[in-house]
């Protein structure tokens, strides 16, 4: 089975500190990606990487940003945090190779900006 | 600008009832259409996915359909349970090799016994 993991289930940070959320996938997937999910607002997109180095910007990427240093891991970064990023930090991955486009979750950060 | 909608945003049923729920999309260039359950507090657990190709997936008591000329997928749930209570969410992706998904807001499901 496809297992995505978050280094963090919850966790409270103050305004302006820099925050680290760590993502890991363990079936050597291509593709990886930084969503955040609100309330009234579904799923949006910050980040996505497709391959180590590469990223691309998503959505709302104000605020963020990612490092992909190696291929297993999509590391998303909040420079300073603010209030407004208190919210749900879902990570997925999917494949080059098919079923294409399979997008597998890990299960949340929880962050809480203070 | 592909858009999905997910009707209704929220649903009550009894135990029992076998339930229909829908995802709208407005670009039929699909190339697959996935969709997810999530538990509050939880991340997304993919459930069925089904390519272009194909008009139908099933598993378990959960069967997707999918009907690109209207722009239609549906997933029918069976004999509904208390534990089938959660979100459903429907992800489309666009054919031509973008990575991208674009997800419905979901249809909050709960099962009452």
């Known amino acids: 089975d496809v297992k995505v993991t978050q280094s963090s289930r919850y966790l409270v940070k103050r305004t302006g500190e820099k925050v680290f959320l760590e993502c890991v996938q363990d079936m050597d997937h291509e593709n990886m990606f930084w969503y955040r999910q609100d309330p009234g607002l579904g799923l949006r997109l910050i980040y996505f990487s497709y391959d180590v180095k590469m990223k691309e910007k998503g959505d709302i990427p104000e605020g963020y940003s990612v490092s992909r240093e190696k291929k297993e891991r999509f590391s998303l970064i909040l420079e300073s945090a603010s209030t407004n990023q208190t919210s749900m930090y879902l990570c997925a991955s999917s494949s080059d190779r098919l079923p294409y486009n399979e997008q597998f979750f890990g299960p949340g950060t929880r962050l809480t900006v203070l | ?113």
């Not at chain 2, 209570?85 to 419905?104: H, M, N």
Request: glycine share 8%; hydrophobic share 30%; proline share 5%.
């Open chain 2, 1 to 113: 600008k592909q858009e999905v909608t997910q009707i209704p945003a929220a649903l009550s049923v009894p135990e029992g009832e076998n339930l229909v729920l829908n995802c709208s999309f407005t670009d039929s260039a699909i190339y697959n259409l996935q969709w997810f359950r999530q538990d509050p507090g939880k991340g997304l657990t993919s459930l069925l996915l089904i390519q272009s190709s194909q008009r139908e997936q099933t598993s378990g008591r959960l069967n997707a359909s999918l009907d690109k000329s209207s722009g239609r997928s549906t997933l029918y749930i069976a004999a509904s349970q208390p534990g089938d209570s959660a979100t459903y969410l429907c992800a489309v992706s666009r054919s031509g090799g973008s990575y991208i998904p674009t997800f419905g807001r979901g249809t909050s499901l709960i099962v009452h016994p």
